[in-house]
Each structure stands twice: as C-alpha cells, then as structure tokens.
C-alpha cells in the first residue's frame, strides 16, 4: 500500500505561483512513477504532469512551461511547481502513483491521494 497526502494549495492571484507537494508513504514508495492530475467542477479529471522513479518528467503540451514536475526521493515527496497561474487552472489536484509510468500517465494508477483546491482568482 501507498499513502499519498497533498498540501500547497490555496488561493492565488493569477499571473501568481505555487508549489503542490505530495508526500508518499508505505512500501517502496521511491520506486514509484508518480503524478499530478486535475480535476474543476463539471469536468473530468485530467493529466497534469508524470514523473517516473528515476526523474523522467512527462507532461500534458498545454501545461508544460508553466507547470515543472519534480520528486525527491529521500523525502518521498513530489512536487509541482505552477507559474503564471490562470483562472482556467482552478481545479482540485490529485497526486497519483503507481509501479510503472504508463499507468499514472493513462490515469489507471493504483494510488491517488485526497486532493488539494487550487483557486486562481481573476
């Protein structure tokens, strides 16, 4: 079992940032793929960015340049660093992880954590 548990979020102006962190426990959770996926009201849940263990980003084109996905094994921790934040990015974001990259990328992922809100106001 992994547990994911997700902070960072809040209320931001847009044009401003933050940082996203999901924190792993359990079982070999640095041998992971992990990721950010989003989710706003009326929508489905999206890709946000993909990491694999060994540090291999993978992201959505429409979010990369702003979004930079990083992960510190030591800490078990990933991170997702969000700039030149939109009111179209106000969505609540989930963390994923699995064993392999393919499943976090497609969203067939064993693991997601609770979710963090992310409010870009206008």
């Known amino acids: 079992q992994v547990q994911l548990v997700e902070s960072g979020g809040g209320l931001v102006q847009a044009g401003g940032s933050l940082r996203l962190s999901c924190a792993a426990s359990?079982?070999?959770?640095?041998?992971?793929?992990m990721g950010w996926f989003r989710q706003a009201p009326g929508k489905q849940r999206e890709l946000v960015a993909a990491?694999?263990?060994?540090?291999?980003?993978v992201y959505v084109d429409s979010m990369e340049g702003r979004f930079t996905i990083s992960r510190d094994n030591a800490k078990n921790t990933v991170y997702l660093q969000m700039n030149s934040l939109k009111p179209e990015d106000t969505a609540v974001y989930y963390c994923?992880?699995?064993?392999?990259?393919?499943?976090?990328?497609?969203?067939?992922?064993?693991?997601w954590g609770q979710g963090t809100q992310v409010t870009v106001s206008s």
């Open positions: 994923a992880a699995d064993r392999t990259l393919h499943a976090v990328v497609g969203g067939t992922n064993d693991y």
């Open positions: 359990g079982r070999t959770s640095s041998n992971y793929a």
């Open positions: 990491i694999s263990s060994g540090g291999t980003p």
